[in-house]
């Protein structure tokens, strides 16, 4: 038996998982991220205020990085006028794709960081 620890022993092996320490260098990210959010709310105050206190972390300026994060949604989607912004299932993926860009971000200023 080995004394060595392999985060394969705590999260399982899987066979497509990459093994290099980057990778566990971003799950400890995502981990840290992930910790305290209340991700079965569908309180919009409640995932509102997670985010504030997310981007909060990062130290730039929240309507700068939410202003490009969600012109950021609209390239991707083509949306251009307001009347694609009536498209209801447009509007609810700019949405999604924004909360992504902005998760993506704060995961990627932590991992430069080095916090974990």
Known sequence: MSDSFSPNDFFGAMPNRPDHPD?????????????????????????????????????VDQRSLS??????AFRALGIETRADLMDRQRLEMAIMLSSIWLDAFAAGVFFERGDS
């Open 23 to 59: 990778f566990w260098k971003l799950t400890n990210v995502l981990m840290r991220l992930d910790a305290g959010l209340d991700v079965t709310s569908t309180d919009r105050d409640v995932q509102e205020r997670q985010y504030e206190e997310r981007l909060a972390e990062i130290g």
């Open 67 to 72: 202003y490009v994060a969600t012109q950021r």
